[in-house]
Nanobody, 122 residues
Framework: QVQLIESGGGSVQAGGSLTLSCAVR????????MNWYRQGPGKQRELVGT???????IYADAVKGRFTFSENNSKTTMTLLMTSLKPEDTAVYYC????????????????WGQGTQVTVSS
């Protein structure tokens, strides 16, 4: 019933900007946290950042000052604004909803988006 739909990936030159979106589909009562992860080729998956249910944001040092999270008022869409992109940012980006309580569910669980490719050329 619950799905996370990602969009906005693409290719840009170094120094450019790109915006990713993650839409949460389904009847949701609450979400503890929304996260962005990324995994570059031959690299481990890493946490890019988090936005809590209270609206607090946390960013990895590698992207701090360049990436910005936001969400709509109903907390059903999360946006990742990426600026001053570097080749090192090239990766598949995944959104993740942590502690999702669906209206019809007894317990909470996590959901993942399908991933979207971001490629930054030097």
């Amino acid at each position: 019933q619950v799905q996370l739909i990602e969009s906005g990936g693409g290719s840009v030159q170094a120094g450019g900007s790109l915006t990713l979106s993650c839409a949460v589909r389904g009847f949701i009562l609450s979400i503890d946290r929304m996260n962005w992860y990324r995994q570059g080729p031959g690299k481990q998956r890493e946490l890019v950042g988090t936005i809590t249910s209270a609206g607090n944001t946390i960013y990895a040092d590698a992207v701090k000052g360049r990436f910005t999270f936001s969400e709509n008022n109903s907390k059903t869409t999360m946006t990742l604004l990426m600026t001053s992109l570097k080749p090192e940012d090239t990766a598949v980006y995944y959104c993740n909803a942590e502690g999702v309580r669906a209206a019809s569910a007894r317990i909470s669980r996590d959901y993942w988006g399908q991933g979207t490719q971001v490629t930054v050329s030097s």
